[in-house]
């Protein structure tokens, strides 16, 4: 995991992963996933697949958003309300847990160092334009 969180702290986009699948043609999702504070996370969700996250060190903020209709004159598209905050951490009352599929979600990191273990079903589908909203 330290090598991981010193390439995440490397990396522009303040993270870095690393694939648990057996090979190449399994078609799962898991990985470990090391996330620094700032990382820029787009309020998205997953259609077809649930995601659990296992908080494995550090700290951070899961947090659940239902996406609303506009109404104002510079309604440019797609806005998300935030509707729940769940703290992960491994030595906290929550340590993982499953977002349903098509719920709308990002994560808030709060401590350098956090490692993350996701799971989702089947094999990698890359977000699509209408998976992710505008804050």
Same mark, same amino acid.
């Not at 239902?66 to 030595?91: F, H, M, R, T």
């Given at each position: 995991?330290d ?28 990985m ?17 697949? *649930?995601? /659990? !996250?296992?908080?494995?060190?550090g700290?951070?903020?899961? %947090?659940?958003? @239902? =996406?609303?209709?506009?109404? $104002? ?35 808030k990191?709060?401590? *350098?160092? /956090? !490692? ?8 990698? %589908?890359?977000? @699509? =334009?209408?998976?992710v909203? $505008?804050?």
């Open positions: 995991m090598e991981l969180t010193a390439k995440a702290k490397e990396s522009p986009r303040l993270r870095m992963n690393y694939d648990l699948r057996n090979s190449a043609e399994d078609k799962s999702q898991r470990l996933n090391a996330i620094e504070p700032g990382s820029p996370l787009a309020i998205h969700r997953h259609r077809h697949s *649930s995601e /659990t !996250v296992v908080c494995l060190r700290r951070l903020v899961e %947090e659940y958003y @239902q =996406e609303i209709e506009g109404g $104002a004159e510079d309604y440019n598209g797609p806005k998300a309300q935030k509707v729940q905050e769940i703290e992960l951490s491994p030595n906290g009352p929550v340590v993982a847990v499953n977002i349903p599929a098509g719920q709308w979600h990002t994560v990191v709060l401590e *350098s160092g /956090t !490692v993350i273990m996701e799971v989702k079903d089947g094999a990698y %589908e890359p977000l @699509q =334009e209408v998976d909203l $505008a804050c």
